[in-house]
């Protein structure tokens, strides 16, 4: 029966899924004022990461220690973030239109442009990948954060593929498939990220503590 023991990678495995859907209630509660997402999120990464390195501490204790800590930085970030969200997606709805509309030498200044605006909103994704999980693990100042996140996340592409996969999938399945799958949500996409990103945070934390020293 070692296969159900506490101690057996299948029981953990299970713990870790549990921990999730606890995890998504708490990011879901904490995000509803909207305001709050950024600092919801972080909450969330930093619990996961957390429960991915086995560290000590209840994972509502921990999530809320974050959101307290992290609450002013996360929010300024998060507002930056929906506002550039926003303003691209926009743009992006308005070029599209124009350049259906248009012929001959428009349609290609509008293409062009609005390529332009496709590759922001590809930087402006990798961001928001990574600020909030970096936020959860070093200190740093806004603008630090913001470039830090897009230099991590170009220097390490195949795990940025791979967190925007997860996402992409939970977000196909609980729309398309599976909607009760909603109960794990975010949580569920924040611990198997945490999982992809462990070693390149711990990496980027370290590097940054020889800095300082």
């Known amino acids: ?30 995000s509803l004022p909207i305001i709050t997402i950024g600092a919801s999120t972080t909450a ?66 509008w293409t062009l442009v609005l390529a332009v605006v496709i590759a922001a909103a590809v930087v402006y994704v990798i961001v928001l990948e990574y600020v909030f999980p970096l936020l959860a693990s070093v200190e740093n100042t806004t603008k630090a954060m913001l470039k830090n996140s897009f230099l991590i996340g170009t220097h390490y592409l195949f795990a940025t593929i791979l967190v925007f996969a997860v996402h992409f999938a939970m977000f196909f399945v609980v729309v398309a498939w599976f909607t009760p799958l909603i109960v794990f949500g975010e949580g569920l996409c924040a611990m198997v990220s945490a999982w992809l990103l462990n070693t390149i945070l711990i990496s980027v934390s370290g590097t940054r503590e020889e800095e300082e020293e």
């Open 1 to 30: 029966m070692k296969f159900f023991s506490y101690e057996s990678k299948f029981s953990q495995l299970l713990m870790k899924i549990c921990y999730a859907a606890y995890l998504n209630l708490l990011w879901l509660v904490c």
């Open 44 to 109: 969330l990464y930093y619990a996961c990461l957390k429960i991915i390195r086995d560290e000590e501490g209840y994972a509502a204790a921990q999530f809320f220690r974050s959101f307290k800590a992290n609450f002013k930085q996360a929010t300024v970030i998060w507002l930056i973030m929906l506002g550039a969200g926003l303003f691209l997606g926009a743009d992006g709805y308005i070029l599209y239109h124009l350049r259906q509309s248009s012929e001959g030498g428009a349609a290609v200044l």
